[in-house]
């Protein structure tokens, strides 16, 4: 260090050995002491040598070199203001989500957890050295730094009266535990210095996401249990919610009732914990403790309280701006707290409306593409009417200022769903994420879209959207034949018997067991992420972008062609071969749809089997739905597949159902269907099952004469129209007619309805009733005269 003298501490023996090597330039070491590891002064104005010029060792001329280098750049200055007044302003806000009072070790570990991108770096060179010291220093106006039984812990309190309160907590919480310890639990609790080992009442085990197994975490939690059970807890509501978070991570491995019953339990604790501190509970803490309980029954106190507390930030953050750190909201937070609430079919609006106005506030660069895709995924969801139009523009803003380099599959695929599934994607949005997935495709190869559900995704909502993209259906059509081409060859030969030494996939060149390279590995997970859904939906994708297509399309590198409706394509033949791989079960009914729709075209009585077997194998409580049944239906006729057996059974299970099953919607769909299969042999036993639920849903209450929920006026006219064009046996359609003619004396007729009005009187006039017809169109006439009259007023 440089003051009046410069001091070096070096060995002296070294000193010695240069002295004699070159005694002449060493007359500048004054004095010169034997005794080891002295301290040897130069002062500057003695030298009568540079360090450059004397003929020293190499060692010892760098080690001078560097000290005398780092003693003159070691000056100690003041802190800048602005910056010390920030960090006051930031350690007061850790020291009130602690409650007014937190001791010294836990102020870092929560300073780091608030503000990560904020370290002690700030004041290097400065005189504060340590948050002690800024403390004492600077914040005397703000904090009391007192003395604990530990010398190196101290307590920082803030100068008000929820700071009296959190010391008062803080001393009962210690005398306690000090009671706890000279208890019989004081040895099942392992407290040693006053302080509760791990896993204790103080505190949560270090380091949860090292657990991998369920009942290790369970078991290095039970001390809290065990202390709250007995009125003892000074675990923070973060760390309730963190906690939460990780025993849902290995909740799967709950196999046993006796292991769910204790995982209940362990929640029960930790969601009272949480729920009863919410009110210092930070937008993440918040949205890690519903995402913890939004597949559990109950807690309907905590989530009440939590959209409290978050409509108190938001507002908080509209008075006062956006806060910094984890104080803030961030748009994962945002997510996370909306999907947890639609998973729990929530529809609170006055929650949704709140996270809508934080999102307007955060800044452009608060978002990632991640970011956009959850943000939309969740208010998508969201049972919020009307759609939320000014966040949905600002998301497609965003979405479209972000670089291709900044997506990802899953970002691109979650974001196109999303925007079509609130009706807020515009052609050109969904036309530059297709552009992207192909740059993506471009840059990383296969290996970008090794999950079929990304790619399905993708595709899904550009066909929902109506936009075609034939570079991307191409790409998709690439990704998809050398995945599952390489992961069945890859099978085939995990299939062949095996070597007897060495681990992998077999060489049959060179009769050994290889490694695995990365694109069999991206391959592998593909194909074992291919279930019936994905596998459904991406058929349906291909097959409604090939028929986009021109009616014959050359593969130019194969030299093929490709067929919408054949066989033709490599991807259909992998697609076909995956698709009697998979198994439907009931919970996949769904989407057996998509696989009619998809594969229904193929010229393939594997494929056609394979589904209808799916289809017949439902149990009858599945099949029975009106909305699974008519579904199928309708998927047979787009796909202008023909079988039967299932039309007969389809027919079957939907006429023995009751009228009252039966929605407007799903009655003409199922009309719809009948008409596009042109099967009346099969299909005919329906109609009067179909007449009669047209009977029931009419707008009016045939035995009450009053209005009800019902057809509307537009739906009526189809559904006569349909039951009429397909011949439904005159006695089950005459009382559907009366019905109607009775619903006309009943019903207040809106004037936007006198064109379907009209519409019902001439299809009544073809079915011979003129008297009926009579009355509809002077109905219509009337309306049609009180609105040119209405206009004219």
């Not at 991108?117 to 403390?135: A, H, I, P, W, Y």
């Not at 840059?443 to 993209?469: C, D, F, H, I, Q």
């Not at 990704?479 to 095996?498: A, N």
Request: one cysteine or more.
């Amino acid at each position: 260090k440089m003051h009046q003298t410069m001091a070096i501490a070096v060995p002296t023996r070294l000193l010695l050995l240069s002295a004699l090597l070159c005694a002449p330039a060493c007359a500048f070491l004054v004095p010169l002491k034997t005794t080891a590891g002295s301290l040897v002064a130069l002062r500057p104005q003695q030298a009568t040598c540079d360090f450059s010029t004397v003929a020293l060792p190499r060692r010892l001329r760098n080690l001078v070199s560097s000290l005398s280098a780092s003693s003159t750049s070691m000056q100690i200055k003041p802190p800048d203001p602005e910056v010390v007044e920030l960090a006051l302003d930031r350690a007061e806000q850790v020291v009130r989500a602690a409650g007014g009072c937190i001791d010294s070790l836990s102020f870092g570990r929560e300073w780091r957890a608030m503000f990560p991108e904020s370290s002690r770096d700030m004041f290097q060179g400065t005189s504060v050295t340590s948050f002690n010291k800024l403390l004492l220093n600077y914040g005397q106006g703000r904090f009391f730094v007192e003395d604990t039984k530990k010398k190196e812990v101290k307590l920082f309190v803030l100068k008000d009266v929820e700071g009296e309160e959190g010391r008062k907590a803080y001393q009962q919480a210690e005398q306690q535990l000090k009671d706890l310890a000279n208890s019989p639990l004081g040895a099942f609790f392992d407290i040693r210095g006053g302080r509760m080992k791990a896993g204790g009442a103080k505190s949560l085990p270090p380091n949860l996401a090292s657990y991998t197994k369920l009942e290790d975490l369970l078991d290095a939690l039970e001390p809290n249990l065990v202390a709250f059970a007995g009125g003892i807890n000074a675990v923070a509501g973060k760390d309730a919610a963190t906690a939460l978070n990780h025993i849902k991570r290995l909740n799967y491995q709950a196999r046993y009732e006796v292991q769910r019953a204790r995982v209940a339990s362990f929640i029960g604790v930790f969601a009272d914990i949480a729920t009863k501190q919410m009110a210092n509970l930070n937008p993440k803490s918040v949205a890690l403790l519903l995402n913890a309980l939004s597949d559990r029954e109950g807690f309907e106190t905590t989530f009440e309280t939590a959209s409290q507390r978050v409509q108190a930030l938001a507002k908080q953050e509209a008075e006062q701006g956006p806060a910094g750190g984890e104080a803030g909201f961030s748009p994962q937070a945002v997510a996370i707290i909306v999907n947890a609430s639609v998973k729990r079919q929530r529809r609170d609006e006055g929650l949704f409306r709140a996270l809508s106005r934080v999102v307007l506030g955060l800044r452009p660069e608060d978002f990632d593409a991640q970011a956009v895709a959850n943000i939309a995924n969740a208010f998508a969801n969201a049972d919020v009417r009307p759609r939320d139009h000014a966040l949905f523009a600002r998301l497609s803003e965003t979405a479209e200022a972000l670089a291709p380099q900044d997506w990802n599959a899953a970002a691109l695929s979650i974001t196109a769903q999303a925007l079509v599934k609130a009706k807020e994607a515009s052609p050109a949005l969904l036309t530059l994420l297709a552009a992207h997935a192909v740059t993506l495709y471009k840059a990383e190869g296969a290996a970008a879209w090794s999950s079929p559900t990304s790619l399905s995704g993708l595709l899904e909502g550009l066909r929902k959207g109506g936009v075609m993209s034939h570079d991307a259906w191409r790409m998709a059509e690439e990704v998809t034949v050398q995945h599952l081409s390489l992961y069945r060859s890859r099978i085939k030969t995990m299939d062949q018997p095996k070597a007897k030494k060495g681990k992998g996939r077999r060489d049959e060149k060179v009769g050994r067991i290889g490694k695995w390279n990365p694109q069999e590995v991206q391959a592998n997970k593909f194909g074992k992420a291919l279930k019936p859904d994905t596998v459904s939906s991406l058929a349906l994708s291909l097959r409604w972008g090939a028929e986009r297509g021109s009616e014959a399309e050359v593969v130019a590198e194969e030299g093929e062609l490709r067929s919408p409706k054949g066989r033709g394509s490599k991807v259909w033949d992998e697609l076909e071969r995956a698709v009697l791989g998979v198994e439907f079960k009931p919970e996949h009914a769904s989407s057996l749809p998509d696989a009619v729709r998809g594969f229904g075209p193929v010229k393939s009585k594997a494929v056609h089997s394979h589904l209808a077997k799916s289809i017949l194998s439902l149990p009858a409580a599945t099949l029975s739905s009106p909305r699974v049944a008519s579904s199928l239906l309708l998927a047979m006729a787009d796909a202008k597949w023909k079988d039967g057996g299932l039309v007969t059974r389809l027919v079957t299970t939907l006429a023995g159902l009751n009228a009252f099953s039966f929605t407007p919607p799903l009655l003409l769909d199922t009309l719809s269907a009948i008409a596009a299969l042109d099967m009346p042999r099969h299909t005919g036993p329906l109609l009067p099952r179909l007449a009669a639920a047209a009977t029931h849903l009419l707008a009016v209450d045939l035995d009450t004469a009053k209005p009800r929920p019902g057809m509307t006026a537009q739906e009526l006219r189809h559904v006569l129209e349909k039951l009429y064009r397909l011949e439904t046996p005159a006695a089950a359609l005459d009382v559907t007619a009366a019905a109607v003619q009775k619903t006309l004396r009943v019903l207040k007729i809106q004037p936007s309805d006198c064109k379907d009005i009209q519409a019902v009187g001439d299809l009544l006039e073809e079915m011979g009733k003129s008297a009926e017809a009579q009355e509809w169109r002077d109905a219509a006439s009337q309306n049609s005269l009180i609105t040119k009259m209405s206009n004219l007023g």
